[in-house]
């Protein structure tokens, strides 16, 4: 089978879909790998070290959207790339369509089967073990954004998270207790922060209080719970999933005026529409901005900041099912493999996750039900 990488070209996001040494095995499998020139250079791997692991380097990328059968990215396609979408080849990356019904009109019209990393299940429908890397990137990245942003010099209230003798440290409240919750929990813990996890599981509640063994406060999340500790934290994460579907808005715009000034927000759920009322997506180059005297970060792909290490990461997890993809051929890989099948979001121009399409009948605003709001 051809398989592609092309590079990513959404703003700030330097990963790469595959590392040469998966490159390396597809190609050891007989399989023609091609990557566009470039790619790889953001997560620190040169043309050079693709070409040594037997892929082939190609110039643009519309020559590797045109060949290959199976398509790898990182991101979603954007607008621009919308038109290299085609019914003959697999798209395997993640998606998020429930916060995007652009691109999902786009590509329902092209026919392209798209499978999202982020929907893949594990063994009996249990996890999410292509999320569950980025996850923990970037649950880990949100403690230390919460950090950095605190300081005075960029917007926050000017309080060290970990405190010093005699001086509290910032309290850090985290939504969710899930994979992105519990690392942001971890470093917070680790920094020093005084740290709260809210979560409604209790089966969860009770691993995390197993887990933290007192280091950090668990408490079950219901609507005054939440008003009360997010009015009184210096940083709120917001670590919430509702698997291939929108981000619920646990944090109203009115929840604001209750917060302390210069709080900081960190919007991990942005990629699913987020967690916040008065969330909008942010960039590297622009991370934060301000409503109602809170400073806000919703950053759409913050395990892009460490691209090595995530690049790193998301191969060693989604290896294994490009493998199956190439090994197999796509529609047999899908039927013997129903955790994968799970991944599928659009096929054959049609939309094959409920929650999404559930997502994007909400977002219809112009009074015709055949068409999406973009």
Sequence with gaps: MRVGVVTEIKPA??????????????????????????????????????????????????????????????????????????PDATLFTYLH???????????????????AYETVTGPGGKGLPLLAPMSEVAGRLAAQAGAYFLQDPFGGRGVLIGGVPGVAPARVVVIGGGVVGTNAARVAVGMGAEVTILERSIARLTELELLFDGRAR?????????????????????????????????????????????????DVAIDQGGCAETSTPTTHGDPTYVV????????????????????????????????ALANLGVEAALTADPGLRSGVNVQGGKILVPAV?????????????GRLAA
């Design 13 to 86: 996001e330097r990963r790469v879909a595959l590392t040469p040494a998966g490159a390396h095995e597809l190609a050891e499998a007989g399989h023609e790998v091609l990557v566009q020139g470039g790619a790889g250079l953001g997560s620190g791997f040169s043309d050079q070290a693709y070409v040594g692991a037997g892929a082939q380097i190609v110039d643009g990328a519309a020559d590797v959207w045109a060949d290959a059968e199976l398509l790898l990215k990182v991101k979603e396609p954007i607008a621009s790339e919308y038109a290299s979408l085609n």
């Design 97 to 115: 369509l429930a916060a995007d019904p652009a691109l999902t009109d786009a590509l329902v019209a092209s026919g392209t089967t798209a499978i």
């Design 218 to 266: 668990v408490l079950m999340s219901d609507p005054l719970t939440l008003r009360e500790e997010v009015a009184n934290a210096d940083v709120v994460i917001g670590a919430v999933l509702v698997a291939g579907a929108a981000a619920p808005k646990l944090i109203t715009r009115e929840m604001l005026g209750s917060m302390r000034p210069k709080a900081v927000i960190v």
């Design 292 to 323: 109602d005297g809170v400073l806000h970060y919703c950053v759409a792909n913050m395990p892009g900041g460490v691209p090595n290490t995530s690049t790193r990461a998301l191969t060693n997890a989604t290896l294994p099912y490009v493998r």
């Design 357 to 369: 399409q559930e997502a994007l009948d909400a977002s219809r605003t112009d009074g015709d039900p």
